[in-house]
């Protein structure tokens, strides 16, 4: 029979030793920030703890959105245990988010999956009481500052959490409910004066004789005299 021999005997075979990956299940610490505001610009900020220190290069995915709706998802691998820049001001409603591994070889095992707890973003409606329309936004703090309505002869005094106007809202508060904020108004004073022009006439309120006369008057209500 023929003999058959290798061409290179000095050639040899390396074999990658495959570690045991890790899972991304006991990632701990699983928390949201939905008004997380740096240098000006206001964020939804994800945030967890690794199983194992973080290493550079292994890349995570978020994903989150409405719970049975479709999900929106980022890779992140330059800060493995926190994730923002995603936009504020979601839709008010129930969320769940989640974190997998892509397995890049460096971390974590391959598609590893861990859930976050579900979060809630609530609707913040504005009642204007008579003034200019305010769209509604939505978060989990009231936002701050608060926006400025305006009303025609008015003046605006501030947003009550209640139709009576006895609670006061706080701008940056935090909110656990879908909330309606309530605008008071303060109307303007004016004053009305009553000139005869070089003739006279009688105030039928004191029956006196008079050239001028001056009254207040609240927008909305009858002129009280004054003079």
Known sequence: GTNYT?????????????KACEKLGAATGLTVVTNFVQDGQTYVKFSW?????SKEGTTQKLCYGLVGQEKTCKESAKNLGEAKGVASNLPAGEYEWSIQALGDGNNYCDGDKVNGTHFYIYSITYNTNGGNTIAATSGTTLP??????TREHYNFEGWYTDQGLTQEATAGAAITQNTTLYAKWTANTYIITLDANGGTFVDKRDSQTKGSATFDYIYGTYATYND
């Open 49 to 53: 703890t690794p199983a194992a220190p």
């Open 6 to 18: 290798n061409s290179d005997e000095s050639e040899t075979n390396e074999f990658t030793t495959l």
């Open 144 to 149: 701050d500052p608060l926006p400025i309505p």
